[in-house]
């Protein structure tokens, strides 16, 4: 899949069959969806081209507020977000950065300039509930209505269900919030996972005895947080079982090597001795989050935090045992 960063791009197709959407999760309905544009594109003899934005729109509209408490929980990177979407097919996606500029832009601006005249766009599915252009004043029926004089089709895919429920973002989040994992893996279609490159810390782990693989999370503020058993993929041929905080590590110093970040911190239950004490940093893994142990905890001094995650390492030993 071919990434482009605004739709002003020499390399982009003259014409494509596009979905718009902010795609967190790329959860079994966006997959739906993203199988039809396929079929779509594939009969115009066009590419498929999802387009999503960055940074989320509510995350600039809490902020422009000067309320945080407004921007959603992030399920996926943004890496993680392409990686979904190349993984569904698609032939390229358009990252459009979300500003003041595109937020003013009126619905008959968004559908001229940017569909149109931009990616060449011959077929636009959205969603049953999508909104567009400034103050979300674009709906379905203006972009069906306009669709003919600017050249593409347009269509609409209903809300997709799993066991009598709506998949959607939210309900993603919502099961993430709850650490119910299970839940999470039936509305993803896959277990949840973060993915990164393994950058350095404060090497605590080592000291105590466990060391982690850190990730950073991009966005502050997860939809998932606490403590997990996991799947460490991209070190050996087979996963590896961990267990792994999510969060933002309270029982530390702020001020430490990734003070006022969120990692996800992974201790290997089994570590390939081939690997070496240094030999997965800079690697990208991929993270399986797959049973929720218990939220976050501060810990009172060093002995406690040892003791912590010694009882972590065995809950997550047993989880491991009951699967087999």
């Not at 943004?78 to 358009?94: F, M, N, W, Y």
């Not at 991009?218 to 991209?234: M, N």
Request: aromatic share 8%; glycine share 10%.
């Amino acid at each position: 899949m071919k990434t482009f960063r605004g739709y002003h791009h020499p390399q982009l197709a003259p014409a494509c069959a596009l979905t718009i959407g902010n795609f967190d999760g790329v959860h079994r309905g966006h997959q739906a969806m993203l199988a039809l544009l396929k079929s779509e594109a594939q009969h115009r003899g066009v590419p498929s081209c999802a387009m999503t934005f960055e940074p989320h729109p509510r995350d600039y509209f809490a902020a422009l507020a000067r309320k945080p408490e407004l921007a959603p929980a992030r399920i996926a990177t943004l890496r993680d977000k392409l990686t979904e979407l190349a993984r569904c097919g698609i032939d390229q996606c358009v990252v459009l950065p979300f500003d003041a500029t595109l937020a003013a832009l009126s619905p008959e601006a968004f559908m001229r300039d940017v569909l149109a005249t931009g990616l060449g766009a011959k077929y636009v599915l959205v969603g049953d509930d999508f909104r567009f252009g400034s103050k979300r004043a674009g709906d379905y029926a203006l972009l069906d209505a306009a669709g003919e004089g600017l050249g593409f089709d347009v269509a609409r895919m209903n809300s997709y269900e799993v066991h009598g429920t709506r998949v959607s973002s939210s309900a993603v989040r919502s099961a993430l919030g709850r650490g119910q994992m299970d839940e999470v893996a039936s509305l993803l279609g896959r277990p949840y996972s973060i993915s990164g490159h393994v950058v350095h810390g404060r090497k605590l782990g080592r000291d105590l005895g466990f060391r982690t693989l850190n990730l950073r999370f991009a966005h502050w503020k997860p939809a998932a947080s606490g403590i997990f058993a996991v799947h460490v993929h991209g070190l050996t041929e087979q996963p590896l079982p961990g267990v792994a905080n999510l969060g933002i590590r309270p029982s530390l110093d702020p001020q430490d090597a990734n003070g006022g970040r969120v990692l996800l911190e992974t201790h290997c239950l089994e570590w390939p001795a081939a690997l070496g004490p240094e030999g997965a940093y800079g690697k990208i893994i991929r993270v399986e989050l797959l049973h929720k142990l218990h939220d976050e905890l501060k810990y009172d001094g060093l002995d406690a935090l040892t003791q912590g995650i010694t009882k972590d390492c065995a809950e997550a030993r047993a989880f491991f045992a009951a699967r087999i």
